[in-house]
């Protein structure tokens, strides 16, 4: 059982910039795949990043590349989403999850995640 707890997020101006943290309880956070996903409105959760239990694999969706950082530090158990260039757009829910078995684009999926997060609110003034 993994518990995640998101923190960070806030109002901010669009240029500015947020660190995402995701909190995990449990001693087996290095066995697990992360990533950060978010949900606007009326929209469905939508991939942001993905890193490795290892950090040997990131990627990133196409329009938050160059801008978004994912990290993470396994003694602390908690991974990182540092956000910069903010834009309008990048407003939602902030998510963390957690994936125990991941395979070839497994990462991109929702439903694919073992546990999630509560959630921390972004949200980016024009």
């Known amino acids: 059982q993994v518990q995640l707890v998101e923190s960070g997020g806030g109002l901010v101006q669009a240029g500015g910039s947020l660190r995402l943290s995701c909190a995990a309880s449990?001693?087996?956070?290095?066995?697990?795949?992360m990533g950060w996903f978010r949900q606007a409105p009326g929209k469905d959760r939508e991939f942001v990043a993905t890193?490795?239990?290892?950090?040997?694999?990131?990627y990133y969706k196409d329009s938050v590349r160059g801008r978004f950082t994912i990290s993470r530090d396994n003694a602390k158990n908690t991974v990182y989403l540092q956000m910069n260039s903010l834009k309008p757009e990048d407003t939602a829910v902030y998510y963390c999850g957690a994936q125990r078995t991941q395979y070839a684009g497994s990462y991109y999926y929702p439903n694919e995640y073992d546990y999630w997060g509560q959630g921390t609110q972004v949200t980016v003034s024009p």
């Open positions: 449990g001693r087996t956070f290095n066995s697990y795949d």
């Open positions: 890193i490795s239990r290892s950090s040997d694999f990131i």
